[in-house]
């Protein structure tokens, strides 16, 4: 995405950067995401403020993405998170009341799977 906001088609960057599709990365493990390949397009990430949108899906099944930014100043980059919260409040507590449905939903299962590991290899 560019400064104005504006998606970059992919066929302006795909050239220029190298991605892998990371299967599963778990907690606390650090994974390249991507490689420049063309230097100007490296210096442009941090000069036009260029912003890379990466998606994933989490444990839960939700799609989630974050972003990763360029400064130009400090010659660093920064990540960060992106999420779409529903307006008012009402709509925010449905949200999370869902959200812990589907946690306890998922630790229930990971616990009957883990009861019975000892009988069938999965």
Known sequence: MNRD???IPPEKWEDK?????????????EKTLG???DVDFFNDFFKNGLSI???YINPLGEWKE?????IEKENKIMVFMSS???PGF?????ENIAAIFKYLKHSKFRKVLKRHSKY???
Request: proline share 5%.
């Open 66 to 70: 974050f972003c990763i930014r360029g």
């Open 35 to 37: 490689f420049f390949k």
């Open 53 to 55: 949108e990466v998606s």
């Open 90 to 94: 009402l709509l925010n507590t449905f």
């Open 17 to 29: 950067i190298t991605s892998d599709f990371i299967g599963v990365l778990p907690p606390n493990e």
């Open 5 to 7: 906001y504006q998606f």
């Open 120 to 122: 069938c290899r999965l």
């Open 84 to 86: 779409l919260r529903q």
